[in-house]
């Protein structure tokens, strides 16, 4: 199914007049103070990940650090964080210029590309885009395009027409599982169709979101983490959690994905319903009377044991990172609210607190992330994806 050239052609000067529009509507004075932070986080986060470098594996990724033991967890390339931490070389190279980033990020690409052919997870959006995604933006090659499109090809074989969602872990014959974290795949999605002219990358990806939004969301616009369908009716099944507190509470990263899920895909596709969507879920956000005055979330909003409950950092770096996208696009009073909100995030985050002195941590750049609290794995610990975000999130502060 390929969309005609002239439809294409017209649907994006439209989009790109509105984008336009959209970033023009705010005027923000920048804080100076955190601009300087922010160069300053550069260069520390620099010094961070060539310390990770020389620590990691030949064929692995970082995973985490325990303080505890002073003890690394390294993954294989399947893992859904494998993307993060070429990702992170890349935009850090951007930001320093120094070509050993570069060099370390080419080369755990190359371990990675083998991924391009699983299609045993949803995760290929994160694993590939935020990697391959980041490399082929700053120097763009025919391989690393086909890498992509294979990427995009891959999650594909995962979405299930009647369900009208990407699978996301697999399970007993019959239950299809969805968790929100699959808006994150989407990215990937968009990109295809933007290069290849084929439009059902595209349409996968907006019945995705649109089947999320009829069933992920409850009335007060937080998220399930897990929805069960039917893989045969497409009736959900069960609406549950399984790295939340509860099924019924907002675990505090599946908030944080589904904000930036949404602010993708309005940028995506302009259609104002995903703009709202995204609205909705940053009010649930900010006006949540469990975000702390720091604005570092508790894992949960609803964790037992508030306000002593642990914070997760990277639930706050992906918030940031949103927050500052969907300033862009929404109106001017809400959006310098997001800005503002996103400053303190950035700020509680660059400090003592949250960022790691040179040499510690493992070489990770933020500290205090919690993976999985029901498992039991991941807590009080560094996340790669915690300093992807962050840094995307720095990089977006400081190019607003
Ligand atoms: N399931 C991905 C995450 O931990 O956010």
Not at 60 to 89: A, V
Not at 196 to 214: E, L, M, R, W
Not at 248 to 264: E, H, I, K, M
């Amino acid at each position: 199914m390929t969309m005609r050239p002239f439809i294409w052609a017209i649907s994006l000067i439209f989009s790109l007049a509105i984008s336009c529009s959209a970033q023009k509507k705010v005027i923000y004075k920048k804080d100076k103070g955190l601009l300087r932070v922010i160069e300053t986080d550069f260069k520390d986060a620099a010094g961070q990940y060539k310390m990770l470098a020389k620590n990691l594996p030949v064929d692995k990724f970082p995973k985490t650090w325990f303080p505890s033991t002073e003890k690394y967890e390294f993954s294989s390339s399947e893992w859904w964080c494998s993307g993060f931490y070429p990702g992170t070389l890349l935009y850090l190279y951007e930001q320093t210029k120094d070509p050993s980033l570069y060099t370390e990020a080419e080369r755990i690409l190359k371990v990675l590309e083998k991924e391009k052919n699983n299609t045993s997870t949803h995760d290929l959006g994160f694993m590939m885009f935020c990697s391959f995604g980041n490399a082929n933006r700053i120097a763009a090659k025919p391989e690393y395009k086909d890498i992509l499109l294979t990427s995009a090809k891959s999650l594909c074989t995962r979405f299930n027409p009647k369900v009208g969602c990407i699978r996301s872990w697999d399970s007993k014959a019959g239950d299809f599982l969805v968790i929100i974290d699959n808006m994150m795949n989407l990215e990937l999605l968009f990109w295809a169709t933007k290069v290849s002219g084929d439009s059902s990358f595209y349409k996968i990806a907006v019945t995705h979101a649109n089947t999320t939004i009829k069933n992920h969301f409850r009335p007060d616009h937080s998220s399930y983490h897990v929805l069960n369908y039917d893989a045969e009716t497409g009736v959900v099944k069960q609406k549950r959690t399984a790295q939340g507190a509860a099924d019924g509470s907002a675990w505090a990263r599946g908030q944080a994905w589904g904000l930036y899920g949404f602010t993708v895909m309005y940028r995506e596709t302009k259609d104002p319903v995903y703009l709202e969507q995204a609205n909705q879920i940053a009010r649930f956000i900010l006006d949540h009377p469990n975000l702390p005055a720091d604005k570092i979330p508790y894992w949960d909003f609803n964790a037992p044991g508030i306000p002593d409950a642990l914070r997760d950092a990277s639930a706050a770096s992906i918030m940031a990172s949103a927050l500052l996208e969907l300033s862009g696009y929404a109106d001017s009073k809400v959006s310098k609210e997001y800005i503002v909100i996103a400053e303190k995030m950035l700020k509680t985050l660059s400090g003592t607190a949250y960022k790691a002195a040179a040499g510690t941590n493992g070489g990770f750049i933020l500290q205090h992330g919690v993976g999985h609290m029901p498992n039991k794995t991941e807590i009080d610990v560094p996340l790669t994806y915690g300093d992807y975000y962050f840094i995307e999130a720095l990089i977006r502060y400081k190019n607003l």
